[in-house]
């Protein structure tokens, strides 16, 4: 099986069609996290940026609009395709972007003047490589910024659906480096400051950020749900369910929902995300 096998066929299958559909909700989700990024990336006029797992392009074409370049790239064709056409119609000329995999593929050594991701430096199966790989396509004294995930119970937007499911089902301890790939692998502040130390990087800091999600930008209580219920990991916590346990759980997940729904803006919910960076 080649690198990252298994993310290529996620997000070029049905990891993609969520993301795909709701490109714009996700960026209203995710807004206060990325103003987080950015405003550490502290972008200038003369830098080169790269965005790795760009997804639909948000962050890319924010960096862009402060940056002289940004490329993004992403192992996901049908997001790729997405971003690409954000930028025809946003008019940016100085904004690209590629289908590659960032673990492997073949930068040009000191090209980038800043590496960004927003979530998307979780999926390596080789993570002490791929960012090896990102230092050595930063210039000396290049910077990484990028967020990721605390755990799944630090998370109040997803541990709503965890308590419902936990009756019927176990909950499987989602992420560390050693468990592989996913949502999760970067939830140890430790381990993340360590896979950047050995791949080479210095001056690294991982601090906590808290902040208050819209969930799926926004929206009625039934729009909030249906977003909810379409994730992937939701879709996998309620897997192993009979019909009858996942009635349950959609009532018992859409009651919490309720109570936390401001009528006209949306629900609001704790989310909780590291913010690392670090220099070549």
Same mark, same amino acid.
């Given at each position: 099986?080649?690198?990252?096998?298994?993310?290529?066929?996620?997000?070029?299958?049905?990891?993609?069609? +969520?993301?795909?559909?709701?490109?714009?909700?996700?960026?209203?989700?995710?807004?206060?996290?990325?103003?987080?990024?950015?405003?550490?990336?502290?972008?200038?006029?003369?830098?080169?940026?790269?965005?790795?797992?760009?997804?639909?392009?948000?962050?890319?074409?924010?960096?862009?609009?402060?940056?002289?370049?940004?490329?993004?790239?992403?192992?996901?064709?049908?997001?790729?395709?997405?971003?690409?056409?954000?930028?025809?119609?946003?008019?940016?000329?100085?904004?690209?972007?590629?289908?590659? $995999?960032?673990?492997? +593929? $073949?930068?040009?050594?000191?090209?980038?003047?800043?590496?960004?991701?927003?979530?998307?430096?979780?999926?390596?199966?080789?993570?002490?490589?791929?960012?090896?790989?990102?230092?050595?396509?930063?210039?000396?004294?290049?910077?990484? @910024?990028?967020?990721?995930?605390?755990?799944?119970?630090?998370?109040?937007?997803?541990?709503? @659906?965890?308590?419902?499911?936990?009756?019927?089902?176990?909950?499987?301890?989602?992420?560390?480096?050693?468990?592989?790939?996913?949502?999760?692998?970067?939830k140890d502040s430790s381990e993340t400051a360590a896979l950047l130390e050995a791949?080479?990087?210095?001056?690294?800091?991982?601090?906590?950020?808290?902040?208050?999600?819209?969930?799926?930008?926004?929206?009625?209580?039934?729009?909030?749900?249906?977003?909810?219920?379409?994730?992937?990991?939701?879709?996998?916590?309620?897997?192993?369910?009979?019909?009858?346990?996942?009635?349950?759980?959609?009532?018992? @997940?859409?009651?919490?929902?309720?109570?936390? +729904?401001?009528?006209?803006?949306?629900?609001?919910?704790?989310?909780?995300?590291?913010?690392?960076?670090?220099?070549?």
């Amino acid at each position: 099986m080649s690198p990252n096998q298994q993310q290529f066929e996620a997000w070029n299958g049905p990891e993609s069609v +969520h993301y795909v559909d709701n490109a714009d909700r996700y960026d209203r989700q995710l807004a206060p996290i990325a103003d987080a990024l950015l405003q550490r990336a502290e972008l200038e006029s003369r830098h080169s940026v790269l965005d790795v797992g760009c997804g639909c392009g948000a962050t890319t074409l924010t960096a862009a609009g402060d940056a002289r370049s940004a490329l993004g790239v992403d192992i996901s064709r049908p997001l790729v395709e997405v971003a690409a056409d954000r930028a025809r119609l946003a008019s940016l000329d100085n904004a690209e972007f590629l289908v590659a $995999d960032a673990q492997t +593929h $073949d930068f040009v050594n000191g090209a980038f003047d800043v590496v960004i991701s927003q979530f998307g430096l979780m999926f390596f199966d080789d993570p002490v490589l791929a960012f090896s790989n990102l230092r050595r396509a930063l210039a000396p004294d290049g910077r990484i @910024v990028f967020t990721t995930w605390q755990g799944l119970s630090a998370n109040e937007w997803l541990t709503l @659906v965890a308590r419902a499911v936990a009756p019927y089902s176990d909950v499987p301890d989602l992420g560390g480096v050693a468990n592989g790939a996913g949502m999760f692998a970067l939830k140890d502040s430790s381990e993340t400051a360590a896979l950047l130390e050995a791949a080479g990087f210095r001056d690294i800091s991982v601090e906590p950020v808290s902040p208050t999600i819209l969930l799926g930008g926004g929206g009625t209580l039934d729009e909030s749900a249906d977003f909810l219920f379409g994730l992937g990991i939701v879709r996998g916590l309620l897997s192993g369910l009979d019909a009858e346990q996942r009635e349950a759980v959609t009532e018992t @997940v859409r009651a919490e929902l309720e109570r936390c +729904h401001e009528p006209g803006t949306g629900v609001r919910l704790g989310a909780a995300v590291w913010l690392v960076s670090g220099r070549s």
